[in-house]
């Protein structure tokens, strides 16, 4: 008889409240990958974030781009917040950009020319999430060496 008793308790599978394992999801970290348009990186790039809080997420975008014979490298470091809503929430982000620009030499008697910069960015966004899907759209104020400008940009991302 014992030795009964001791095998269902043995087989039981013991399982969390379904409020804690709910909240052990929502919590758990995650990871977005990116595709952009004029965004933080310039005419497109390709971005990573990493969900720090609920609400805050640490990321970077990279681009290159070859634009009449002049290579571009550009990466932005930057914070993404959540402000207001869920699925569909505002956001803002701050961050830095730094740029390398080169201009390779069509002569052997030059060696070309390359020049480093850096700037910040402000932007003002809405996003759309899904399951695993991410859409997105900004307005940025971008400054650097050469004063302000507005910028929009879009973005569409998988998260996990």
């Known amino acids: 008889m014992r030795l009964g ?15 804690v ?7 758990a970290p ?3 990958v990116y595709v952009e348009l ?24 990279a681009s290159y781009a070859n634009v009449r014979g002049q290579q571009i490298a550009t ?9 207001l809503g869920d699925r569909n929430s505002l956001f803002t982000e701050l ?3 730094f740029v390398q620009t080169r201009i390779p030499s069509p ?15 402000a932007s003002l966004g809405w996003q759309r999430s899904w399951t695993h899907l991410i859409v997105r759209a900004h307005g940025s104020v971008m400054v650097g060496e050469g004063g302000a400008t507005p910028w929009l940009g879009a973005a569409i991302g998988y998260t996990r």
């Open 95 to 97: 961050g830095a950009g």
């Open 21 to 27: 394992t709910k909240r052990a999801l929502v919590e």
């Open 30 to 32: 995650s990871n977005t």
């Open 107 to 121: 002569v052997p008697e030059w060696d070309g020319m390359s020049d480093s910069g850096g700037g910040g960015f």
């Open 38 to 61: 004029l965004g933080k990186a310039g005419p497109y790039g390709l971005g990573y974030e990493r969900r720090i809080t609920e609400r805050l997420w640490l990321g970077v975008a």
């Open 5 to 19: 008793i001791l095998a269902v308790f043995a087989t039981t599978i013991a399982h969390a409240e379904p409020a």
């Open 75 to 83: 990466a932005a470091p930057y914070v993404h917040v959540r402000l």
